[in-house]
C-alpha cells in the first residue's frame, strides 16, 4: 500500500465523516491557502503551495460520495494486493483449502458487488476510478509484481466496458433528446408523381391542421371573453369595495363629529357649573344686609319716609345693631367688663 493517502494528507483516518473531512479542509487551507502565505519568502511559498495542491486534491475526492467509495475501493484493493504479494505460511494453506468452485464464486459475488456500487458513478467518476486502475497497473509493474499486473489490467478492461457502455447510454439519451418528436414527412422522389394514399395522407394531415388550429382559435377566444369577464367583475369588486370604504369614512367623521359635539356640550356644562358655584360661593362670604321697616308709630313719620330699626333689634348695651348673634354676645360681654371696672373704681374712691 503506497505511503502517501488522501486521507493522511487531510490527517484524517479513512473512517471520518463528512463533516470532520470538511472541518480538517477548512482548517489546513487557513495555513496553506496561497493568500495566507504571501508575507513567507518565495521557497516556502511554493512549498506551501505544492502542500495546498495535495490538500485540495484530497478533499475534492472525499467530499464527493461516489469518488470517495471509488477511492476506498481503490485503497482496499491495493491492501489486498500488498497482503497476496508477500504471502504468509498461514494464507497459503488457507488457500490451497479452496476449492474452484468456492473461488469462483467468491470472485462472481465480488463483481457483482462491484457492479452494483459502480452503478451509482457518473461517467466522471467512472473516468477516475478507471485513471486509478491504470495508475495503480503502472506501480505494481514498477515493484514487479506480475499478479497484481494482471489483476489490475483486467479491472482495467472492466472499467473500460463498463465507461464506454455508459457514453454510449449517454449518447443515445442526447440523441433522443434532440430528434423531434414527430416524425419528418418523406419527400417524394423528382418526377415520380404521388400516390393516393400520400394524398390522403397530407390531406387529412391538412384537415388535422385546421381542426388543431380552430380549436386553438376557439380556445384563446374563450380565454379573452374569460379575462375580459373576470376584469369586469374585478372593476365592479374594487368599486363596491371603495364605496364601502367611502361609506366607513363618512361614518367615521359623523362619529368624530358627534364626539366633539358632546365634549362642547360638556364643557360648557362644566362651565356654567363652575360659575354657579363660584356665585353661590360668593354669595355665602358676604355680609348679610339688614333691612329697614317704615314705622307705624306716629302718622307724621309716614309722610316723611323715614325708615327706622325695629326696637327690638337694637343692642341694649350700645344702642347699636350686630349682624350676627357672635357680635351681641361680645358687646354683653364688653359691657359687663366696664360695670365690673366701674364698680371697682367706685369702691376705690
Known sequence: MNA???????????SAP?????????????????????????NQRAAYASTFRSIQTAYDVLSNP?????????????????????????????????????????????KAKRDEQDATLDLPGLRLTLSIWRDLAQE?????????????????????????????EHEDWLAKMASPKTAVPRKTAAGKPAT??????????KRANERTNAKKAAAAEKRAQ?????????????????EVKKAEAEKKA?????????????????EEAEKARIAKARAKAAPKVVKTEKTKEAPRMEEEKTTV??????????????ASVGEWKRCGLRAKEEEEMDELSFFKT
Open 309 to 322: 330699626v325695629k326696637r327690638d333689634s337694637l343692642c341694649g348695651w350700645c344702642g347699636d345693631v350686630h
Open 140 to 168: 505494481r509493474a514498477k515493484l514487479g509484481d506480475p499478479h497484481g499486473v494482471h489483476h489490475c489490467t483486467h479491472m482495467i478492461r472492466e472499467y473500460e466496458e463498463k465507461l464506454a457502455l455508459r457514453e454510449k
Open 226 to 242: 374569460e379575462q375580459a369577464r373576470h376584469a369586469e367583475l374585478r372593476a365592479k369588486e374594487k368599486a363596491r369595495k371603495e
Open 18 to 42: 463528512a463533516s470532520v473531512i470538511k472541518a480538517a479542509y477548512k482548517a489546513l487551507a487557513l495555513v496553506y491557502h496561497p493568500d495566507k502565505t504571501l508575507h513567507l519568502e518565495p
Open 254 to 270: 359623523a362619529d368624530v363629529r358627534r364626539e366633539k359635539e358632546k365634549v362642547r356640550k360638556l364643557a360648557a356644562e362644566k
Open 196 to 205: 393516393t394514399s400520400t394524398l390522403n395522407s397530407i390531406k387529412e394531415a
Open 66 to 110: 461516489a469518488l470517495k467509495d471509488a477511492y476506498d475501493r481503490k485503497l482496499n484493493r491495493e491492501t489486498q494486493l500488498s497482503r497476496s504479494s508477500t504471502p504468509s505460511s498461514t494464507s497459503t494453506s488457507t488457500c490451497t483449502t479452496r476449492t474452484p468452485a468456492i473461488l469462483l464464486a467468491h470472485f462472481q459475488a465480488e
Open 4 to 14: 502517501y493517502t488522501h486521507y493522511k494528507a487531510l490527517g484524517l483516518d479513512p
